[in-house]
């Protein structure tokens, strides 16, 4: 069941990703794009919170934040962090129930694939909510695994797993392990999920967030590798400027915001 496969990983995610080499390179460079949108107008709901990192930060530059998470032990977490900010809050909301939590924002977020759980039937449905309940103007700001992650495909080559190497070009899905629990994931690229959003909304923005920096499974031989992950982080923030690189990196940046 994949709320349990969270459940079971949410004392590891912090350590894990959250606090690694990798995570905070990566989660940096979300930011430098994240923050600047937001402002004491914005009610951000964000969708599969993990354990409340960035909604924690996002509170210090909004009116509001409510994070959400399918996972009861991410909430836990992420609550017992939560000891002064009064504009942040926490609850346990799968994405298909979200309703009124949509109609209350203007600015939805997601981090680090957290939509990437969502079949394409799921997340069509999550977009016609999105369309039917939030106002003209409206941000959604995405962070997704995408499709043809350059540094997977060649380091399962390299490793002579064929399977894995092409896993993200699946249409059906992908069985996911973590912490011994299996969940099933779906990889998408930019263009399907403008596709999911029409006319309604605008591309306003995408880019890629790890096209040199490795995905986080690779962190333990990076770990004392500083100078190496320094440098391939440098690299990032000379090219992931550019759109094209939404198609190739680890996650992509997407940035929409609804006209209609």
Same mark, same amino acid.
């Given at each position: 069941m994949q709320v349990a496969s969270f459940d079971n990983y949410a004392k590891n995610y912090d350590d894990h990703f959250t606090f690694s080499l990798v995570g905070?390179?990566?989660?940096?460079?979300?930011?430098?794009?994240?923050?600047?949108?937001?402002?004491?107008?914005?009610?951000v709901l964000e969708i599969n919170c993990g354990t409340g990192k960035d909604a924690l930060e996002i509170g210090k530059y909004?009116?509001?934040?409510?994070?959400?998470? #399918?996972?009861?032990k991410m /909430?836990?977490?992420?609550?017992?962090?939560?000891?002064s900010a009064a504009n942040v809050s926490f609850k346990v909301n799968l994405i298909q129930d979200l309703n009124e939590e949509i109609k209350n924002s203007n600015f939805i977020f997601s981090n680090f694939g957290g939509l990437n759980c969502l079949s394409p039937q799921e997340?069509?449905?999550?977009a016609d909510k999105c369309k039917a309940l939030l106002n003209t103007q409206a941000d959604l700001f995405f962070v997704i695994m995408g499709r043809k992650c350059i540094w997977e495909r060649l380091y399962f080559k390299f490793k002579g797993d064929q399977?894995? #190497?092409?896993?993200?070009?699946?249409? /059906? *899905? @992908?069985?996911?392990l973590i912490n011994g629990s299996e969940f099933k994931t779906w990889y998408y690229s930019p263009k399907e999920i403008a596709n999911f959003f029409g006319t309604?909304?605008?591309? @306003?923005?995408?880019? *890629? @967030? *790890?096209l040199f920096v490795p995905p986080s499974y690779l962190n333990p031989f990076f770990s004392n590798k500083k100078f190496l992950l320094k440098l391939l982080?440098?690299?990032d923030k000379l090219f992931c400027k550019f759109s094209w690189t939404a198609n190739y990196a680890d996650h992509f940046i997407i940035h929409l915001k609804k006209i209609n």
């Open positions: 905070l390179m990566q989660r940096h460079a979300v930011y430098s794009l994240l923050m600047p949108l937001l402002n004491n107008k914005s009610r909004t009116l509001s934040v409510l994070a959400t998470d #399918a996972s009861t /909430i836990e977490l992420c609550k017992a962090k939560n000891n997340f069509a449905e999550f399977k894995k #190497a092409n896993r993200r070009d699946s249409t /059906i *899905g @992908v069985e996911t309604e909304f605008k591309m @306003v923005h995408t880019s *890629g @967030v *790890g982080n440098g690299l």
